[in-house]
Structure formats: structure tokens, C-alpha cells
């Protein structure tokens, strides 16, 4: 079944942005619906559209950098999914 997304309204500042996609950045999954705020419905990214695909690597260009300088490997990733996925962000 599509993934339906809705153009969201709401303006979030970075923080906020950084906070909704922190579970997506680091295993490509959003188990607890934080994206859904932001008109994403799909808990894979892997597995959802082209779409939210494309939002995603936008979302990682915009909120990579900071998500890299808060993030520490740990036992179960050695790196985020985001960065294996899309490469060092801009």
C-alpha cells in the first residue's frame, strides 16, 4: 500500500527537526511515529516510496551535520543508517 503523505503546514524549528528524525537517521526506521507530525506515515524509509526517500536525503543534507556532531557509535551501529545510506552530509 502507497505511503500517504500530506504536505505539512507546521514550521518546526531545527531542534525539532533533528529530534523527529534522530530513530530514522540512525536505523532507517520510525518505530514510534515522530516523522507523522511532518506528513511521513512510513515506519521503513527503506521500504517506503521514492518520495520519502527523496525527503529523507533532503532532511539529511539539512540535519546531518548536527545529527553527526550528537551522535556516538555504539555496540549495535558503528555507523548511522543515514550516513551508509546518503554519504558524509554537505
Known amino acids: 500500500m502507497p ?5 505539512s ?16 537517521f540512525e536505523c532507517g526506521c520510525d518505530f514510534f511515529g515522530d516523522l507523522e507530525p511532518l506528513g511521513i506515515e512510513a515506519r521503513s524509509i527503506l521500504e517506503a516510496s521514492e518520495d520519502v526517500m527523496a525527503v529523507a536525503r533532503e532532511a539529511w ?3 546531518g551535520a548536527a545529527f553527526m556532531a550528537e551522535w556516538e557509535p555504539s555496540q549495535v551501529r558503528e555507523k548511522p543508517w543515514a550516513l551508509e545510506q546518503f ?3 554537505n
Do not use: I, M, N, Y
Request: hydrophobic share 35%; glycine share 8%; no cysteine.
Open 87 to 89: 554519504g558524509e552530509p
Open 9 to 24: 503546514k507546521q514550521r518546526f524549528s531545527d531542534a525539532a527537526l533533528l529530534e523527529a528524525w534522530r530513530g530514522p
Open 61 to 63: 543534507e539539512h540535519l
Open 3 to 7: 505511503v500517504k503523505r500530506r504536505a
